[in-house]
Nanobody, 125 residues
Framework: VQLQAYGGGLVQAGGSLRLSCAAS????????MGWFRQAPGKEREFVAV????????YYGDSVKGRFTISGDNTRNTMYLQMNSLTPEDTAVYYCTASPYYTYSDLTSIIKYDYWGQGTLVTVSS
């Protein structure tokens, strides 16, 4: 399973950015795909995920109401639209895939089998 994440960059506080994660058609169909992030000196944090079975989306508390995860089945690509960004959102964002589909599993980092290379998001104040 290969995941290709891109779209990171430098943005001012209050701005928006969209991350993309490309996967194979098979991966897109049978894995829940999501995003984690890791800020310098901190543990990797759950951001958002979309369950492959129900298409239900789940979000970390720190991004609820500001970030939206979505998928394009025709392009086998997952997106993370990030709005109202703050300097606290600065981190490397990782695209990831999990064979699980329930909330309790998908919010646990150990349930993810595959990781992309990460893309850096920097939010300036």
């Amino acid at each position: 399973v290969q995941l290709q994440a891109y779209g990171g960059g430098l943005v001012q506080a209050g701005g928006s950015l969209r991350l993309s994660c490309a996967a194979s058609e098979r991966t897109f169909k049978i894995y829940s795909m999501g995003w984690f992030r890791q800020a310098p000196g901190k543990e990797r944090e759950f951001v958002a995920v979309r369950s492959y079975r129900s298409r239900t989306t789940y979000y970390g508390d720190s991004v609820k109401g500001r970030f939206t995860i979505s998928g394009d089945n025709t392009r086998n690509t997952m997106y993370l639209q990030m709005n109202s960004l703050t300097p606290e959102d600065t981190a490397v964002y990782y695209c990831t895939a999990s064979p699980y589909y329930t909330y309790s599993d998908l919010t646990s980092i150990i349930k993810y089998d595959y990781w992309g290379q990460g893309t850096l998001v920097t939010v300036s104040s």
